[in-house]
């Protein structure tokens, strides 16, 4: 996380939106594109994600499987199952037949960052737990973010159903 301490603040506050011109230097920011000109950044101010706990047992993982629900699409699948504690956790499972140790610490490391900045869509005090299949190391990272988000979509829906 950087802080913008080589712009003024003027030109920072210029930047941002109307209603985001509150205590420029104590926001964290993030690079963005910027359509001000070539090479130039426009400083945003950073998204806030909701703090994810990792299932890491196998307990956990088998407990999910044989107690939750499953949703799938072609590249990936999601279980969720009603979690021991109050906080949300979440697990990432990558055979072997996905590919080599490479190709599945690469699908696995983009899975965790579209969770991490798609984690507000995380149903609070469930366990998920998210497969890739097969497929998975071919679909573009665009392709995967959107079946994450039609699949927590879908399990948001079923949680509150299921609530009420």
Known sequence: MAFVSAWPPQQVA???????????SALRY????????SGAFLWMPSQR??????????????????????????HLVLLIAPGIETQTRLGFTVSGR????VVRNRVR???????????????PG???????????PQADFAVLKEE?????????????????
């Open 14 to 24: 210029s930047c941002l939106l109307a209603g985001e011109q509150k205590a420029v």
């Open 30 to 37: 993030r690079p963005a594109p910027s359509k001000c000109g």
């Open 49 to 74: 994600v909701m703090k994810v706990t990792t299932l890491t047992k196998r307990p956990d993982f088998v407990r999910v499987q044989t107690r939750g629900q499953s949703f799938s699409r072609r």
């Open 98 to 101: 996905v590919g080599g140790a």
């Open 109 to 123: 490391r983009r899975l965790r960052e579209i969770v991490r900045a798609q984690s507000a869509d995380l149903s």
């Open 126 to 136: 469930w366990d998920h737990v998210l497969i890739a299949r097969p497929k998975a």
């Open 148 to 164: 994450i988000r039609c699949l927590l979509g879908k399990a948001s829906a079923w949680v509150s159903a299921r609530e009420s």
